[in-house]
């Protein structure tokens, strides 16, 4: 996908390519190379429906649809699943693009309307099977468990993706190499993820007859559940109809409690993404036996020695419906602050990826170093641990260096070292007086 052609897409088409009502007549293309980076330009438009949602939930509910904390996690992961594209390409496209080279079948038409749709039933029906497969092989819910470990249910829930995620989904979606072009692949790739973005909300209640053929809001809460009847269900992208035909849809019926079944209350990026997969190791090394160390990897999450393969639905905790969310309990100063500092990262974040091909790969690594570190110490921040003011003193260091060695480019550059000195001394004392706590268990 070419970030240059990004100019090509209108706010009429930036609007509806967020609801798949894209036209094929406006979206092929005969190369890869032609493809917009339709995730890329879609930033803005996830910003505006945050904000819509946002003032919506006021207006209906008199609160807002989530927490600070947990919205700044959510973001914090999908910029974490966004930094390795910086250095290479997808390897759901490089996949696709060694198989289409080296083993394809036949050649479809790129500009043909039926090649469109016939993409865009392949793709969402690879999605269903990948997606479920997240759901059903511990190594693969590692990584798709990030998704599902808000405690909050809104727009910015689907922005809280996994880094690992694509080294297992591109598995389901190479037999389409096999005859449809990779232009079209990858627009139908793109669309597929950004129609999935809006079905993330609690303001949208039964769309009707919609129900029966798409995934809906209401649809898609029950997949986020962790109420007993929501688990392992309503597994589609698009079209619900493949967990009608597969067995695995469920209807919204009593209020859904949202997260995972075993909360891991933190808000650490790097907990966030990876503390499933330390459960796996450990898991694995404490199990007997080959053939149950293979279990472990490749059988449900629930799995243990003589339970079926996808556990026992028993053993799941039952909701009450009284849950509390675990929510951090620093001052509202230090809110504030941590917003602050995301929101320079992320224009960081985005000027980055703006100017990639004029940047070396020595300062790419570095501001992905930065931002990753950003990350962190947010986290650390809204966590409470005891190392968490060194960690952003450190950061607010290695800023400085950054900037004068001119890896990083402030936004206003005369003044740039007198404000992080003054934030530098004034965050050190702001921390300490937060009174920090050792870390819980987690």
């Not at 139908?188 to 973005?197: C, K, V």
């Not at 769309?207 to 597994?235: A, F, M, Q, W």
């Amino acid at each position: 996908m070419n970030p240059e052609a990004q100019q090509d897409v209108s706010v009429s088409q930036g609007v509806r390519m967020m609801f798949y009502m894209m036209k094929p007549n406006e979206t092929s293309f005969q190369t890869l190379e032609e493809v917009p980076d339709y995730v890329k330009q879609a930033t803005p438009f996830f910003i505006s429906l945050m904000l819509l949602e946002l003032v919506v939930s006021w207006i209906l509910k008199g609160k807002a649809p989530g927490r600070l904390d947990d919205a700044l996690t959510s973001m914090s992961a999908g910029i974490l699943s966004r930094l390795p594209s910086l250095f290479s390409r997808s390897i759901e496209l490089t996949t696709y693009i060694y198989i289409w080279e080296n083993y394809r079948l036949i050649i479809l038409p790129w500009d043909s309307p039926w090649t469109w749709y016939l993409t865009f039933l392949g793709v969402d029906f690879g999605y269903y099977w990948f997606h479920r497969m997240a759901h059903e092989v511990n190594i693969m819910w590692a990584g798709h468990q990030t998704h599902h470990s808000s405690e909050d249910y809104n727009l910015s829930t689907a922005l809280r993706q996994s880094v690992f995620q694509i080294y297992t989904s591109w598995i389901f979606y190479s037999p389409l190499a096999l005859f449809i072009p990779p232009s079209v692949y990858a627009v139908h790739l793109q669309f597929n993820l950004l129609y999935q973005f809006w079905i993330h909300t609690e303001i949208i209640n039964n769309l009707g007859p919609l129900e029966l053929i798409l995934n809906t809001p209401s649809h898609h809460r029950v997949h986020h559940g962790r109420n007993r009847y929501c688990i392992d269900k309503n597994y589609a992208g698009v079209l619900i109809i493949w967990d009608r035909i597969f067995g695995t849809f469920e209807a919204e019926n009593e209020k859904v409690v949202y997260g995972l079944t075993h909360p891991i209350n933190t808000f650490e990026p790097f907990m966030v993404q990876c503390h499933h997969l330390v459960y796996i190791w450990t898991t694995f090394w404490a199990t007997p036996g080959f053939f149950n160390k293979f279990s472990v990897l490749f059988k449900g999450p629930g799995w243990s020695p003589g339970k079926p393969r996808l556990g026992l639905s028993e053993e799941i905790p039952e909701v009450t419906g009284k849950e509390v969310p675990f929510s951090s309990s620093v001052s509202h100063l230090l809110r504030i602050y941590a917003v602050v500092q995301f929101a320079l990262m992320l224009a960081f974040y985005e000027e980055t990826f703006a100017d990639k091909a004029a940047l070396s790969q020595v300062t790419l690594l570095l501001r992905v170093c930065f931002i990753i570190l950003t990350l962190t110490s947010i986290g650390f921040l809204l966590d409470q641990r005891p190392k968490a003011a060194i960690l952003e003193t450190f950061r607010c260091l290695v800023f400085l260096m950054l900037c004068r060695f001119g890896h990083l480019k402030p936004f206003t550059p005369s003044l740039s070292f007198a404000l992080e000195v003054k934030l530098l001394f004034h965050e050190s004392h702001l921390c300490r007086s937060q009174h920090y706590q050792p870390d819980p268990e987690i």
